[in-house]
């Protein structure tokens, strides 16, 4: 069945430090991933993507990083920043039902001044 | 902004009442979606639009109603809601066959 899950609820790391949040896939037919950022009080904020076809994209401060063997997904923040406290999502698109994304529980992550 | 438009942001509606939530984007997207985010729970998939057809109703109670007239625009119809209703309610949009979302800021639902 379709799942997508995250390993840890809450995150917590000291300003100026990197962070890495992970996430789990189940479905084999998963060929598009995605991490949202969500503030309070705000929508779900795309950050990064990532196709099936790559094991790593980079972005500005942000790496997302694809193990397909294990079925792993994770996002690295590097120099966390006090605007990085969010919810993390990720998201998957499955080949299978190609017009929806299915999102994990989510990690929150908190920076220590 | 992010090109999708949320009213109301915040409703108070008692289980009586009938209220609608709306949605309009205009970033030439055409397929809509909405989610129900609760505390501590994935984001639920209520109901997908592509080209203004309904091609999902995840298994949503009746009391909620979608209307899609058109491309940029997305209605929640609310009638005789529950206390467990209470949520924020995200609308998506993205062009059919693309890949990433992009969501309203919400409607906070508070049924008293």
């Known amino acids: 069945g379709e799942s997508v899950g995250l390993h840890l609820p809450t995150l917590s790391v000291q300003e100026g430090d990197n962070s890495i949040i992970n996430c789990a896939y189940s479905?084999?037919?998963?060929?598009?991933f995605i991490w949202y950022k969500q503030e309070s009080g705000k929508g779900p904020q795309f950050i990064i993507d990532?196709?099936?076809?790559?094991d790593k994209r980079q972005g500005q401060r942000v790496t997302v990083l694809l193990n397909k063997t294990v079925k792993h997904l994770s996002l690295q923040i590097a120099a966390t920043q006090p605007g990085d406290s969010a919810v993390y999502f990720c998201?998957?698109?499955?080949?299978?039902?190609?017009?929806?994304?299915?999102f994990g529980s989510g990690t929150r992550l908190l920076v220590r001044p | 902004e992010t090109g999708v438009t949320q009213t109301p942001r915040h409703l108070v509606m008692g289980m009586t009442n009938k209220k609608s939530l709306k949605c309009e984007q205009h970033?030439?997207?055409?397929?809509m979606y909405w989610y129900k985010q609760s505390a501590k729970k994935p984001l639920e998939l209520m109901f997908v639009?592509?080209?203004?057809?309904?091609?999902e109703n995840n298994s949503v109670p009746s009391r909620f109603s979608p209307e899609c007239p058109n491309s940029s625009h997305l209605f929640l119809h609310l009638h005789t809601l529950q206390p467990e209703d209470s949520a924020l309610y995200l609308c998506?949009?993205?062009?059919?066959?693309?890949?990433?979302?992009?969501f309203g800021s919400g409607t906070r639902l508070t049924v008293v």
């Open positions: 998506a949009s993205r062009m059919q066959g693309g890949y990433g979302y992009t």
């Open positions: 479905n084999s037919a998963s060929d598009y």
């Open positions: 990532i196709r099936s076809n790559m």
């Open positions: 998201a998957e698109n499955s080949r299978d039902s190609s017009y929806k994304l299915i």
């Open positions: 970033l030439g997207h055409n397929a």
């Open positions: 639009y592509s080209l203004e057809e309904r091609v």
